[in-house]
Structures are given as structure tokens and as C-alpha cells.
């Protein structure tokens, strides 16, 4: 299960108008596109990103595969109903940066979760004594994927906070879920 992370932020709009608009497109997405392998989206509001001086927006796109990426930037790329609905809440963005992320392990849903700690293993230390370190607070962890994107390698997902080690350089995010449409079916 991989996820494409888009990270952004309101550019010439309001709160107001840029939410619905934002939630308008997933759901016009989510209910049009129909994408091989792509299992819905989420949208969350984040406190912090370390690029950014004001409150940022993730859109999280589930999917089965890498594959599914090109098909859906095709879709958006092409299909105009799908474009033109896209394109209304492009203008109004900015500061948008990606990254693609698989989940390790715990709730595939976890990214909705009010608490976020983008954490990376320290240098030095091999992958596996860092995933022996962390497995007390990793329940829900993800991991970035062909070193794409601009946060930090590990993300730890949580409904509570947690305390992290510092020498694991945790970047803290308050989180508010703004909208949730993901089909996950599991095998029998």
C-alpha cells in the first residue's frame, strides 16, 4: 500500500472558499476517476511543515501501486471534466511539494490521525537496530519511498501524542481531518 503525499498551502483565496474547493475536488475525483489500483483520498490540516510560515494542507492518495500515479496525473491531465475541477483549486494553492510513502505497518487510515511525527533514523545507525529502537512508539508507521519528498524518511502516526527521542529529530504536527473517502478491501 503506497500513498502519494501532497503538501500545499491557501495562495489567493480564504480559509473558507479554499477548503470547500479543496474537498470539492476530492470528492468529484473520488466519485469520477476511475483509476486502476487507487483507492481513495483523505485531506488533513497541519500545523507545521518546516517550509512553510502558516498552516498547510496533505492530500493523501491511496494506492496499490506506484503504477497508479502516472494513471492518475493522466486523468487529471486529460479528462476535462476532471481538469476543470482540479484546475479551480490549483489556481487558488501554492507552495506545493509531493512525496510517495508505503505504509510499514498499523491502520492504513492512520495518516487522519490528529497527531504526526516525522522522524528519521539518525545517522550511522542501521535500519535494523533503528526499527528495534522505535517499535515502542511506531504502531502506525510509514515510510518515504525512492527518497521522494520533502519531509523526513519515517512518519509516526498517532490519535494521542507521544514522546519521541530527540536523537530520531521529530518534526511535531497537530492535525484536523477535513475529509475521508478510502475503499480499502481486504483479501478473504
Avoid at 528495534?132 to 527518497?147: D, G, K, M, T, V
Wanted: charged share 20%.
Amino acid at each position: 500500500m503506497l500513498a502519494y503525499v501532497f503538501w500545499h498551502q491557501i495562495g489567493t483565496s480564504n480559509e473558507e472558499e479554499y477548503e470547500r474547493n479543496l474537498v470539492e475536488f476530492h470528492e468529484y475525483f473520488n466519485k469520477n476517476a476511475k483509476v486502476e489500483g487507487y483507492l481513495g483520498s483523505l485531506i488533513v490540516r497541519v500545523n507545521h511543515v518546516p517550509w512553510a510560515e502558516s498552516g498547510v494542507y496533505e492530500d493523501w492518495y491511496f494506492m496499490q501501486s506506484s503504477k497508479t500515479l502516472d494513471l492518475i496525473n493522466n486523468t487529471i491531465l486529460e479528462k476535462g471534466d476532471i481538469k476543470a475541477v482540479h484546475d479551480k483549486i490549483a489556481r487558488m494553492a501554492k507552495n506545493g511539494k509531493g512525496g510517495l510513502y508505503g505504509i510499514i505497518k498499523g491502520d492504513i487510515l492512520s495518516p487522519s490521525y490528529s497527531h504526526a511525527y516525522w522522524i528519521s533514523k539518525p545517522s550511522g545507525m542501521k535500519y535494523e537496530d533503528f526499527y528495534i529502537e522505535i517499535e515502542p512508539f511506531s504502531r502506525n508507521l510509514w515510510r518515504r519511498q525512492l527518497a521522494m519528498g520533502p519531509l523526513s524518511e519515517f512518519c509516526v502516526f498517532s490519535a494521542t501524542p507521544l514522546e519521541i527521542p530527540q536523537k530520531f529529530s521529530p518534526i511535531y504536527q497537530q492535525r484536523r481531518l477535513l475529509y475521508s473517502n478510502v475503499q480499502i478491501t481486504t483479501p478473504p
